[in-house]
């Protein structure tokens, strides 16, 4: 079996692994998001959503490379973000902050972009990184008032990028997608497979 490794703190990214075969190793990554996302918006103003989720993504991967644990494994480090209206929409984190975007999300469409930063570290002398994003369209219910304040104060919203879900209680006011649903969870299995080939790694290896 082949290890894989895990670095993020992301339930949902954890749970949709299990649902597919795979218990991977948790190691928390130390990467600053804030503090990076200004840095590279700063050195690149004209930043998309792709190269930032992917610049996060290889930030998570690399801060738990020289952890002893993720030896001779596969390291696997992931973000994602909505592109919406011409804005780069992360976690809301404030229930206020979660209401103004929802009554501008609520009947309309945007792009769920997840990066994904894979690490062969099979060879810790010699660890070799690959970057993959990968991108799905969602089309959003038209919400009542009342359904975005009830969302809101479930805090589900609070801490996912986009302020919505498609796995959880958000799932209900999604009318449809066009790409690939796990994309929208955070991980896109197919990316994950199609890194790991790269490395040569056949992926029914990683199943528990």
Request: charged share 20%.
């Amino acid at each position: 079996m082949t290890r894989l490794v895990l670095a993020s703190s992301s339930p949902a990214r954890l749970a949709l692994l299990r649902s597919a075969g795979i218990e991977p190793e948790i190691v928390l990554p130390d990467a600053d998001e804030p503090a990076l996302t200004a840095e590279a918006r700063l050195e690149n103003p004209n930043l998309s959503a792709q190269q930032l989720v992917g610049l996060l993504a290889k930030a998570k991967a690399e801060s738990v490379l020289q952890d002893p644990s993720t030896e001779g494994a596969l390291i696997l480090g992931g973000d994602s973000a909505l592109e919406f209206q011409g804005e780069i929409l992360g976690k809301p984190h404030e229930p206020a902050v979660a209401l103004a975007r929802w009554g501008k999300l609520s009947g309309n469409s945007g792009v769920l972009h997840s990066g994904h930063y894979l690490i062969d570290n099979r060879d810790r002398a010699n660890p070799v990184g690959s970057l993959a994003v990968s991108s799905t369209k969602v089309f959003f219910s038209k919400l009542s008032e009342q359904e975005i304040l009830d969302y809101v104060a479930t805090g589900e919203p609070l801490k996912v990028a986009g302020a919505f879900t498609i796995d959880g209680l958000g799932g209900a006011f999604i009318d449809r997608i066009e790409g690939d649903s796990h994309t929208v969870v955070g991980l896109s299995l197919k990316v994950l497979r199609e890194l790991a080939a790269g490395f040569g790694v056949h992926y029914p290896s990683f199943w528990r």
